[in-house]
């Protein structure tokens, strides 16, 4: 058996990758320039959680809310994300990655469907490291879409209606199966969630900082978990219980 987890490093790390539009605006680039620039920063990522033994990391890499962008951005996005799968994902492999990508996935183009489909297969047996890549996700859609399905499971009659907790609605939500997220860093200087994870991030801990994304390297990736590591996660409990208990 694995020793039990160091409980001052997380197993599951969430990032707002924000920061990218006004990382190329300083540099008087159009906003795409700062996407483009944001790829290094995920490169970055990966290869920390490798090295820290992390077990999950999820990107937010596309909001369902970010249709909302003009035409030009959000196309320049699809174009980024194709190339990006058909860059990234044999270096993920032969590096244990299990890419996993979380969303509303039926919207996009079938060429990105494809690669999408193709990356979880060709990943699918890896274990050193789950990548989950959020696109047209939102944390709503994500309950939504678990409501949905428990009503289902309740209409075949697999579960009467009366049995619905929170034990059994969240086998439904996406990353059920991995551990629940520790740590969720924001990037770029905003303090709010902006309909990412929602259900999943009940007793995350938060680190918010004011570097732009695709500024972000493993010094900072590192300050996130020295802070993470300072933190006293009370779940409820009373201060004293966990000061007795450690
Ligand atoms: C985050 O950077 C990337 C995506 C939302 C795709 P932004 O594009 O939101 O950058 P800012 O917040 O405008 O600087
Ligand atoms: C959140 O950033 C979405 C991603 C990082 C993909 P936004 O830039 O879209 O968030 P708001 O609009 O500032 O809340
Ligand atoms: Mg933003």
Redesign the pocket.
């Known amino acids: 058996m694995s020793p039990p987890a160091d409980p001052r490093t997380p197993r599951h790390v969430a990032i707002?990758?924000?920061?990218?539009?006004r990382w190329a605006r300083r540099r008087g680039q159009p906003r795409s320039f700062g996407h483009r620039a944001g790829q290094k920063a995920v490169r970055e990522a990966v290869e920390f959680c490798l090295r820290r033994k992390i077990e999950s990391l999820t990107?937010?890499?596309?909001?369902s809310?970010?249709w909302k962008?003009p035409d030009e951005e959000v196309g320049a996005l699809m174009e980024l994300f194709l190339r990006a799968l058909d860059k990234e994902v044999e270096e993920l492999h032969s590096n244990e990655v299990r890419v996993h990508f979380v969303g509303g996935l039926s919207v996009f183009n079938e060429a990105l469907r494809t690669r999408m489909h193709a990356a979880m297969e060709k990943t699918g047996g890896n274990r050193a490291l789950d990548l989950n890549v959020?696109v047209n996700?939102g944390g709503r859609w994500d309950i939504a879409q678990a409501a949905r399905k428990v009503a289902q499971a309740v209409q075949r009659g697999e579960l009467p209606a009366e049995s619905i907790d929170e034990t059994s609605l969240a086998p439904f939500l996406c990353l059920a199966e991995q551990p629940a997220v520790d740590l969720l860093i924001?990037t770029?200087g905003?303090h709010?969630?902006?309909?990412?994870l929602l259900w999943q991030i009940a007793y995350a801990e938060l680190y918010f900082t004011d570097v732009l994304?695709p500024d972000v390297d493993q010094d900072e990736l590192a300050r996130a978990l020295d802070n993470f590591a300072q933190r006293e996660r009370r779940f409820g409990n009373a201060g004293a219980q966990i000061a007795r208990a450690s």
């Open positions: 707002v990758m924000d920061g990218n539009g990107l937010f890499a596309f909001s809310e970010n962008r959020c996700y924001r770029g905003e709010r969630i902006s309909n990412f994304w």
